[in-house]
């Protein structure tokens, strides 16, 4: 079969589709992008007119994806995936590339702004990061770095821990204000990808007094859609502290009652036991966990 250019979007729109559709939303997407939101929007436009059919419904709050997103959510994350492990296979390393992963909620919250304090330091040099959930793809060999979740580094591994776990209930301060005169503002909950994990349900099970019990549950796409929907109004959503500590010193999201939740796991930026830390490297982790860390 004869495949002109013209039977294929623009590849990078591609990547703006499955992004958001992964984040759950244009302004959740843009930092993972790494653009803004106006130019999120602009991406996914473009996809819709080379379609001929809209891909969101764009409200007033945030865009609502169409069941033609839906049905083209899957192939594409899978025709993505599949281009870039192939493209793995064939690419010459850059040694002079440091990689760094971390899940999507701390890439996109936590891990991002001081990457861009780094890159705009004396020490900056190149850094590529990997964004996925899933904690095996967190411990590749051909990473330099990763941001594990756990009580301790994972086996082959070890670092610094970066910070505790603490766990609140938490809103936009209009809805926080009131919250006790929404009786159906629910609880936005997120899918479990690993099992120690703490969503909606284990939080009941460890505060079984919680007055947010009795509230419905609406389940998010991710992790970063739920505090996307908090930050909108639409919810109460669990904040993970110090994590979201930018969203919470700066006021855009404010604890919903008294009660926290603090665990024995902490966030850790680790290295492979058996690869010691290239100079670059060196570098970034002192400028992720202090100067005194390695």
Not at 62 to 89: G, I, K, M
Not at 206 to 212: A, F, T, Y
Request: glycine residues 6%; negative net charge; hydrophobic residues 40%.
């Amino acid at each position: 079969m004869n495949q002109d250019r013209r039977d294929l979007p623009p590849l990078e729109s591609l990547v703006f589709f499955n992004t958001v559709m992964k984040r759950g939303g244009f302004s959740a997407a843009a930092p993972e992008l790494m653009v803004s939101q106006a130019a999120v929007s602009k991406r996914i436009r473009q996809l819709e007119d080379w379609l001929g059919t809209p891909l969101f419904d764009r409200g007033a709050r945030h865009a609502v994806p169409t069941d033609t997103a839906r049905r083209l959510e899957e192939p594409v994350r899978l025709a993505l995936d599949y281009l870039t492990s192939s493209l793995d296979t064939a690419r010459v390393t850059d040694t002079g590339t440091l990689r760094i992963a971390a899940n999507g909620a701390v890439s996109m919250f936590w891990l991002y702004p001081r990457l861009q304090a780094f890159a705009t330091s004396s020490d900056a040099c190149n850094v590529s990061v990997l964004t996925a959930d899933d904690p095996s793809t967190l411990t590749a060999d051909t990473l330099d770095l990763a941001i594990h979740y756990g009580e301790a580094p994972p086996p082959g591994w070890t670092g610094t821990p970066l910070f505790d776990e603490t766990i609140i209930p938490a809103a936009a301060p209009a809805i926080a204000a009131t919250v006790s005169d929404l009786p159906d503002l629910p609880l936005l909950d997120y899918p479990r990808l690993a099992p120690d994990w703490i969503n909606w349900r284990i939080w009941h099970d460890r505060k079984p007094g919680s007055p947010l019990s009795a509230r419905p549950v609406e389940t998010c796409r991710s992790y970063g859609h739920s505090i996307g929907r908090a930050l909108a109004g639409d919810g109460i959503a669990l904040a993970s502290l110090p994590m979201l500590d930018t969203l919470v010193s700066s006021g855009q999201l404010v604890p919903v009652g008294d009660d926290t939740l603090t665990t024995t796991r902490r966030y850790w930026l680790n290295r492979r036991v058996t690869a010691p830390l290239s100079p670059n490297a060196l570098l970034l982790h002192r400028a992720l966990a202090g100067p005194d860390t390695v």
